[in-house]
T-cell receptor, first 115, second 115 residues
Framework: EAEVAQSPRYKITEKSQAVAFWCDPISGHATLYWYRQILGQGPELLVQFQDESVVDDSQLPKDRFSAERLKGVDSTLKIQPAELGDSAMYLC?????????????FGPGTRLTVT | AQSVAQPEDQVNVAEGNPLTVKCTYSVSGNPYLFWYVQYPNRGLQFLLKYITGDNLVKGSYGFEAEFNKSQTSFHLKKPSALVSDSALYFC?????????????FGKGTHLIIQP
């Protein structure tokens, strides 16, 4: 069964450093999402891509976070500089298309710890 | 704005007994509703969804959920609980008429099945 791939699985970084996460969606999925899940809470959407275009980044802290999906396949989420409050699980998800009822398939996540 | 409430942080059920995990939602239009399950240090796994049609939807691992429009609820149920059902369960919603389709999640409910 096809899965969403994410790397690294765990990342420890010092505050003020840069960090990047990678996601490879299920083959053929046009829509890609990045969510942040703080311990004890549900995931919150950061950014949504349709192919290589950003559909929604209203909740992305753009002063320090950036996301790209240059060729409309895999994606990178970057934080620079990292802050203590960024410690969380970062989840990538993909779905076949947007604007329909398709479910989202989630990767295993990257657990970020900022010290 | 859309929102999801999961009123119980934890639900305890004896193995073999029926289980219910509660969820209520708020959207401006018609809802698309989802249930996901999360095991420790893992991403979210899709269980089931309600889009339209029959109010009772069946999903993976014997789970089902009932959509109640008048009560704006979408409770997750299973007739006979297994110890392996113990996990963190998330209810999620999106507005069917929205342009962006990121999901809004509840805070999650820990389901503990006691042998």
């Amino acid at each position: 069964e096809a899965e969403v791939a994410q790397s690294p699985r765990y990342k420890i970084t010092e505050k003020s450093q840069a960090v990047a996460f990678w996601c490879d969606p299920i083959s053929g999925h046009a829509t890609l999402y990045w969510y942040r899940q703080i311990l004890g809470q549900g995931p919150e959407l950061l950014v949504q891509f349709q192919d290589e275009s950003v559909v929604d980044d209203s909740q992305l802290p753009k002063d320090r976070f950036s996301a790209e999906r240059l060729k409309g396949v895999d994606s990178t989420l970057k934080i620079q500089p990292a802050e203590l409050g960024d410690s969380a699980m970062y989840l990538c998800a993909s779905s076949l298309e947007r604007g329909y009822s398709y479910e989202q398939y989630f990767g295993p996540g990257t657990r970020l710890t900022v010290t | 704005a859309q929102s999801v409430a999961q009123p119980e942080d934890q639900v305890n059920v004896a193995e073999g007994n029926p289980l219910t995990v509660k969820c209520t939602y708020s959207v401006s239009g018609n809802p698309y509703l989802f249930w996901y399950v999360q095991y420790p240090n893992r991403g979210l796994q899709f269980l089931l969804k309600y889009i339209t049609g029959d109010n009772l939807v069946k999903g993976s691992y014997g789970f089902e959920a009932e959509f109640n429009k008048s009560q704006t609820s979408f409770h997750l149920k299973k007739p006979s609980a297994l110890v392996s059902d113990s996990a963190l369960y998330f209810c999620a919603v999106r507005d069917s008429g929205g342009g962006a389709d990121g999901l809004t999640f509840g805070k999650g409910t820990h389901l503990i099945i006691q042998p």
